[in-house]
DNA sequence: CTGCTAAATCGGACTTATACGATATAATGG
DNA sequence: CCATTATATCGTATAAGTCCGATTTAGCAG
């Protein structure tokens, strides 16, 4: 027999937060995309082709996951001359850490 | 010019963990499933019916996320006679929160 | 303005993910 | 053992994601 449970506890999370959540998610979900990030933590600061050489993938492709990453929150990228440098948006991740834990206070 | 940057750190992280977090995330890249985790969150304990009644999915398409989920890590699901009764699996979600804290030191 | 370097975008083939209905499995009650 | 209820799995159509080479955009030096 199906009874529906009550809840237990509320959870808010406006559909905003909730979508940037979701985005932020879905980029780390492609192994390229973990590795790039990785990359960036250990080596920040750098241009899109430190990248295309630190990885198996051509450079456009590079350059989509890059996109991929700004739009979703991971990182930021700023022009230097014809080179694009790249660090973690660390106002993002810090917001991304913080949410995690109040969604899942274990 | 390209200057390839000294590594500002090291982070380690062996594959299995990598694999791991990459399976994690790609779990909750899809909204279905984010929804679905919302709801075990506030509805601790809940069977796969109720969950059916609460998404506007059909049931073997529920069926098929919770088994991402599960397989993933996220929740855990027991028999309870003929239904499964759904949990966050609590390890996992704190093994992840740790790695994100340590991957992330800002 | 021209040539050079770095990055981004476009067009397309190919792969993977998602959804559904139909069917199979599994426990329980009569 | 048969019917019922609850899930899980299968087959498959459609949508989304990924990749590459080619082209375009943008800054800078001469």
Redesign the interface.
Known sequence: M?T????????D?SSSE?EM??GM??A??N?VR?EIL?FL???????T??IV?HLPVAQSTVSQHLKVLRDSGWIQGTTKGP?TCYC?D?EK??W??RK??E??L?
Chains 1, 2 share one sequence.
Do not use: R, Y
């Open positions: 199906k529906i449970p009550e809840a237990c506890c509320t959870l999370l909730q959540l979701l998610f879905k780390l979900s192994p973990l990785k933590i250990t080596h920040p600061g750098c241009i082709g430190n050489d080179a973690l660390e991740i810090a991304f850490k995690i834990g969604i899942f274990l």
